[in-house]
């Protein structure tokens, strides 16, 4: 029936299984991998169960023989495995905390920090020094009409700075503005005097574009009503604040005419030794004034307007306004 078995042939069975479970256990790379080792080598069904199965084919003398050279086996299975366990179990924390491992000591990613535009943190010095002098910002349409624009500012029809030459028409009456002083004429109509207001923005001219001029360009005017403004309030405001901007510079007053004020002013500031004329000025004209029902005999106010540019280039040296507009940034990051 069964075939015999001799006492060699089962403890080379033992030999050799011995030496294979010493290797696959050395090798094993998981717990998942020894526990299958475990059940295929010490289990109900493993291969030591099938080697003492085959025992009880031995005479009963030998039995004891090879019972006791498997037990020594299983032990030392049993000790390979729980070895091989913890290496295992140690080597996997190891690979773990190398992956988790964060390096405090690391730099940032860089996040470049963006920067104001030098036009527009012009126009905020600008606008924080009438601030300061108590004057609150008044903002507009870009589009205007051309009462706004011109009519209410005492520039009659057939004006030359009303030519198609000079200013973008949109319609018969729509342009778009070509000073901010529109804001104040806006303001004006809804607000009685006293009045102190600073308007900034885009304005349009038809320009051609060269070093110092631009289709585009950024104004700032600012407009005092009140009773019993004069010339010196003019020249008072405007000094202080060309000071507070350039610094204590010499500052002259030439006198000049624009249709909206009487008498006007040009203003020059004596910059790095030379004379540059940087804004106009003046008292505003009593026709204005009539023009919105304020009583001239009551109300008196002056004006002032300046081209944001040109400031800008002065103040940073600048020698050409298209650097202004053609976003380089080679260029917009020195500021
Ligand atoms: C310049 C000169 C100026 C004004 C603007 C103004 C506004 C109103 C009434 C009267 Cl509502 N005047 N503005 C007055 C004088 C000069 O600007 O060279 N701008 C770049």
Known sequence: MSATISLQQLTEQLDQLEAEAAKAIATAASAAALEELRV?????????????????KLPGDERPVVGQRANVLKEQVQGLLSERLT???AAAMAERIAGETLDVTMPASFIPAGHRHPLISTIEEIVDIFSGLG????????????????TALN?????PARDMQDTFYL???ELLRTHTSPVQIRHLETNPPPVRIVAPGRVYRRDAVDATHSPVFHQVEVLAIDEGLDFSHLRGTVTTFLQRFFGDLPVRFRA???PFTEPSAEVDVQWRGRWLEVMGCGMVDPAVLEGLGIDPERYSGFAAGLGVERF???????DDIRRLFTSDLRFLEQF
């Not at 903002?139 to 205007?144: A, D, R, V």
């Not at 520039?155 to 004006?159: C, E, K, L, V």
């Not at 800008?312 to 600048?318: A, K």
């Open 87 to 89: 290496a295992v179990k």
């Open 171 to 173: 319609s018969e009456h």
């Open 312 to 318: 800008c280039m002065v103040r940073h040296g600048i």
């Open 135 to 150: 004057y609150r910002v008044e903002e507009g349409p870009e589009i205007e009409t051309d009462h706004y624009n011109f």
């Open 155 to 159: 520039i009659p029809p057939h004006h």
């Open 256 to 258: 000049s005419y624009f």
């Open 40 to 56: 295929g080598l010490l289990g109900k069904k493993g291969k030591l169960s099938a080697v003492l199965g085959a025992m009880g």
